[in-house]
């Protein structure tokens, strides 16, 4: 081609080789194609992405998604508070737990040989060291007389009777001895 073309000497280009301008046309044309499948990429992307959006939105009549997401983080605040709470409670059970009776033993029996229906008795009452005491009721035509031995790590330091030591074995578990 010629360097004078009418063309470019009407648009004030006459300068310009005509092979320049249409090697500079052909690049332009090429990066118009190339942006052009770029958007056609990023409209697939953009089409798939609201399809996901439209699959996680639907069933919500709530008016936004932040909304939900605000109940549901005051729901976990609430939860965490109440968990919280429940678990200071069982510490203090638990602890209260330590010093409540747990281990009872219970034996009944005739105090003397001529009164029937075994109307004694010999009740121990433990917590979980093994605290406590032992009540032994003896009742006999006379009348009924009660006394309480106290009860520290399993021992008393007052010798126990009998009946009272088999009370004090079924609180704590033991066999009878």
Request: aromatic share 8%; charged share 25%.
């Given at each position: 081609?010629?360097?004078?073309s009418y063309i470019l000497d009407y648009t004030g280009l006459h300068g ?162």
């Open positions: 081609m010629s360097t004078d310009l080789n005509m092979d320049t301008v249409i090697i500079s046309l052909l690049v332009l044309l090429a990066l118009f194609l190339i942006l052009f499948i770029v958007i056609l990429v990023q409209g697939g992307r953009l089409k798939k992405l609201n399809r996901r959006l439209d699959k996680f939105m639907r069933g919500t009549e709530a008016g936004s998604l932040e909304e939900e997401i605000a109940k549901i983080f005051a729901d976990n605040t609430y939860l965490k508070k109440v968990s919280e709470e429940n678990r200071h409670n069982i510490k203090t059970l638990f602890r209260n737990f330590e010093s409540a009776f747990q281990k009872v033993g219970l034996v009944k029996y005739d105090a003397l040989n001529q009164m029937g229906g075994k109307l004694s008795f010999s009740l121990a009452l433990l917590d979980e060291k093994d605290n406590g005491f032992v009540l032994n009721s003896v009742h006999s035509n006379d009348g009924s007389y009660c006394y309480a031995k106290e009860i520290t790590k399993g021992s008393c330091k007052i010798e126990l009777g009998k009946e009272e030591k088999e009370a004090l074995n079924i609180a704590m578990g033991e066999k009878n001895v």
